[in-house]
């Protein structure tokens, strides 16, 4: 699991994180940490976000015989 000091919003879970500089997917945002309720996100943001790594995405979709490639 990654943590990363960066915001992802609420509903971005899923989304894939990667490397700007070349568009390399790492990992897919999992969970936003919220500080208070989830209508104060806007106003409060945690900074907090976590991610799967890639590897284990992979590793999961070839288990369910999804085609990676």
């Given at each position: ?15 894939p ?14 969970k936003?940490f ?33 085609n990676?490639?």
């Amino acid at each position: 699991m990654y943590q990363l000091d960066a915001t992802a919003y609420p509903g971005k879970s899923g989304s894939p994180m990667f490397v700007n500089n070349n568009a390399k997917v790492l990992g897919v945002i999992n969970k936003v940490f919220i500080k208070e309720s989830k209508e104060s996100i806007l106003q409060k943001l945690s900074g907090i976000t976590y991610a799967i790594p890639g590897k284990y995405i992979i590793k999961l979709l070839k288990k369910n015989k999804i085609n990676t490639n």
